[in-house]
């Protein structure tokens, strides 16, 4: 999935934002576990899998982006796109605003959904673990996620794999991400 995200870097998505999105998006599964093994027993963890709707959602838009841009209406984009990067350059932007970049949001959101299956193993895990050793696999953790987006960056900049995302994206991304969706709502029971 980190390779799909980072051959779709561009003017709007930045690596920052994959890599980001990632890590605010897998801590916040480790947060949520964290809380629902020391008793928060309000959050409803049983009814997580509905996040999965997040990347159909998305594979649908981006289905539609792709079918209805055409050559010119992609270098307007790229133009639109470089433009407001410029702008908002130049204009001091809201912490807010920078903090939570659409684009990193989305990637959050569908790591979220994609790891909500994780909470059942989590949270009886870390009910046995003492404070020290909660920390350090949160450290464990917070260190995989930044070698897994290395991998992926990695993956999605081999020239062969380049090529075959560049050239099928318009097919591969909304495919992958209706399937990651629909893997989600099936594995996590909310549909049955």
């Known amino acids: 999935m980190l390779a ?14 994959i890599v980001l999105g990632q890590l605010i998006g ?3 599964l480790v947060l949520i576990s964290v809380f629902a093994a020391y ?10 899998g ?28 790229k133009v639109k796109a470089k433009l407001k990067r410029d702008i908002q350059a130049e204009k001091p932007s809201s ?18 959904s994609n790891g909500a299956g994780n909470l059942t193993v989590y949270i009886p ?14 450290i464990v953790f917070i260190l995989m996620t930044g070698l897994w987006c290395y991998l992926g ?8 794999i380049k090529d075959k995302l560049e050239r099928y994206k318009q097919i ?11 893997y989600v709502l099936l594995e996590s029971g909310v549909l049955g």
Request: hydrophobic share 50%; charged share 15%.
């Open 4 to 17: 799909v995200w980072f051959s779709q870097v561009n003017g709007s998505l930045r690596r920052q934002d």
């Open 26 to 28: 897998f801590e916040f």
């Open 39 to 48: 008793g928060l027993s309000f959050l409803p963890t049983d009814q997580v």
């Open 50 to 77: 509905w996040l999965g709707v997040i990347p159909i959602i998305l594979g649908i838009r981006k289905w539609f982006q792709y079918r209805y841009q055409t050559d010119a209406a992609h270098e307007e984009q």
């Open 95 to 112: 912490l807010l605003h920078k903090l939570f970049k659409p684009e990193m949001m989305a990637v959050c959101l569908v790591t979220i």
């Open 125 to 138: 895990l870390f009910t046995e673990y003492s404070v020290l050793e909660l920390a350090v696999t949160v």
């Open 153 to 160: 960056y990695q993956i999605a900049n081999l020239p062969l």
């Open 172 to 182: 591969l991304i909304p495919i992958i991400f209706i399937a990651i969706g629909i």
